[in-house]
């Protein structure tokens, strides 16, 4: 994340996104596949070997492959940038969100803890009772502790700030989920 100054002089905070270039691999009915960044054949499944053939590439592949539904009629080699953008358009951002291992109820759910007086030794950062009254059991969708981080989350209604066509860069108005080098699909609203 950084942040611009606008013509007015505000600050608009913002997250530097890298569009692309994508390159159309396949199409078909509806839809077309899209792949980003370069890998090795050796290192991809042989069913990738055939989507590299066919764009005349012998030792290179793509990164990531990914099927997007569209209108528009694309040809097998065609290039996607960041010109697709333009300032002011509204965006829908998808990504996987940083992983931040196994984390106790304070950190995941926010939970208060107990008192660090009376009598309280070590249940500063404990969950407390969970058990009902009668029922003698757990409830399903309690919340403990667990697994945090590391899922797909989508923000919706994000703004185009700026676009840099000539190194392929979005700058996108607001925070994006993901760590840094994080693939991310930008959608149009």
Do not use: W
């Not at 358009?89 to 992983?99: P, Q």
């Not at 008192?115 to 757990?138: D, F, L, N, W, Y």
């Not at 000539?166 to 993901?178: T, Y």
Request: overall charge positive.
């Amino acid at each position: 994340m950084t942040q611009i100054f606008d013509g007015s002089g505000k600050v608009i905070p913002g997250t530097i996104v890298s569009a692309g270039p994508l390159t159309v691999a396949e199409t078909k009915k509806g839809r077309i596949v899209v792949g980003y960044g370069e890998k090795r054949l050796k290192n991809l499944a042989k069913p990738q070997h055939k989507i590299a053939q066919v764009l005349g590439k012998e030792k290179i592949g793509f990164f990531s492959l990914k099927e997007v539904v569209t209108d528009e009629n694309y040809n097998i080699g065609d290039k996607i940038d960041a010109s697709v953008f333009a300032e002011g358009d509204l965006v829908t951002v998808s990504s996987i969100s940083k992983s931040k291992g196994f984390q106790g109820v304070v950190k995941r759910h926010g939970f208060k803890g107990g008192r660090r007086t009376h009598g309280q030794k070590h249940s500063e950062r404990e969950p407390g009772s969970i058990g009902a009254g009668g029922m003698q059991r757990v409830f399903k969708g309690l919340r403990m502790a667990g697994r945090m981080g590391g899922k797909r989350v989508t923000v919706k209604n994000l703004t185009v700030a700026r676009v840099n066509k000539d190194e392929n860069l979005i700058f996108i108005k607001g925070a994006i989920p993901g760590r840094r080098g994080t693939l991310v699909e930008i959608k149009g609203v």
